[in-house]
Nanobody
Framework: QVQLVESGGGSVQAGGSLRLSCTTS????????MGWFRQAPGKEREGVAS????????YYADSVKGRFTISQDNAKNTVYLQMNSLKPEDTAMYYC????????????????????WGQGTQVTVSS
């Protein structure tokens, strides 16, 4: 089993920044990829960004490219999501996920590709 704990959410005005953290524990060798997803009320969960632990390859949703950056600190078993130039449409519950994810077909962005999930952290951006 892998446990994931997110932190860093909060409320910010448009144009502001937040950094989310996700720390894993347990069988940390049992996944190859970690991702951030978000879900707004009444909407489906969508992939925001993912990073492959071995080689460090990163992938982003078009809506956040150039504004969000995913990174990892393997020594701390922690993945970060730096969010800059936040917009009201970024408001959502943000979830961290881990899993053995293929590097094809956009698997990094599909929630079904990930086996382990955190409890979520709320991000609210006001205009």
């Amino acid at each position: 089993q892998v446990q994931l704990v997110e932190s860093g959410g909060g409320s910010v005005q448009a144009g502001g920044s937040l950094r989310l953290s996700c720390t894993t524990s347990g069988y940390t060798y049992s996944y190859t990829c970690m991702g951030w997803f978000r879900q707004a009320p009444g909407k489906e969960r969508e992939g925001v960004a993912s990073i492959y632990i071995g080689g460090g390859s990163t992938y982003y949703a078009d809506s956040v490219k150039g504004r969000f950056t995913i990174s990892q600190d393997n020594a701390k078993n922690t993945v970060y999501l730096q969010m800059n130039s936040l917009k009201p449409e970024d408001t959502a519950m943000y979830y961290c996920a881990a899993g053995i994810v293929p590097k094809y077909g956009g698997s990094w962005s599909r929630a079904s590709s990930f086996a382990y999930w955190g409890q979520g952290t709320q991000v609210t951006v006001s205009s």
